[in-house]
């Protein structure tokens, strides 16, 4: 009985000891805290769409997009975005360790963007930027159909 008694103590103190060491982990200062400007560029994407009826999905490099998010307040869930093809206010989340920015458009577009601790290099954040376009108009010489895209590539934190 002694020693399963201790083998008990042993398992609890092992589990208590690896917990106590993931939250020391996770304490380092989140580097997107009190942020205000972020300047962000996307040089991969990956679009979909359907062909008869079936999604597919095609990626490629460039062009470039390239957009700002200004006056960045988490506490408010506000920020302003200049750069794509109409500018204004966005909801700012700050979730651990990521940063969303959320856009929807009386059209009925949503463009999300996530802005990762992690760096990718020179001191940029990895970032992801999801936009999602449908408007069911019948305009001759122009396709009527969803628009889906996600792109790839880095934040820059600016004053």
């Known amino acids: 009985m002694r020693n399963r008694l201790l083998v008990a103590a042993a398992v609890v103190g092992f589990v208590v000891g690896v917990a106590d ?3 020391a982990q996770n304490t380092a200062p989140n580097v997107l805290t009190g942020i205000k400007n972020l300047k962000c560029s996307f040089a991969v994407s990956a679009s979909g769409r359907w062909v ?3 999604p597919e999905a095609a ?13 960045i307040d988490t506490t408010e869930s506000t920020a302003n975005v200049v750069g794509l093809a109409s500018s204004g206010h966005v909801v700012a989340q700050l979730f651990g360790a990521n940063l969303h920015f959320l856009e929807m458009r009386s059209t ?5 963007t996530t802005v990762f601790t992690q760096e990718s290099r020179d001191k940029k954040l990895k970032a992801v930027y999801t936009r999602a376009d449908y408007l069911p108009l019948s305009i001759p010489g122009f396709a009527n159909a969803p628009e889906v ?3 790839y590539g880095e934040c820059e934190i600016v004053p």
């Open 21 to 23: 060491a993931a939250r």
């Open 52 to 54: 008869n009826g079936e």
């Open 59 to 71: 990626i490629k490099k460039g062009p470039l997009t390239t957009f700002e998010y200004r006056d």
């Open 108 to 112: 009925g577009s949503l463009m999300l």
């Open 149 to 151: 895209s996600q792109h």
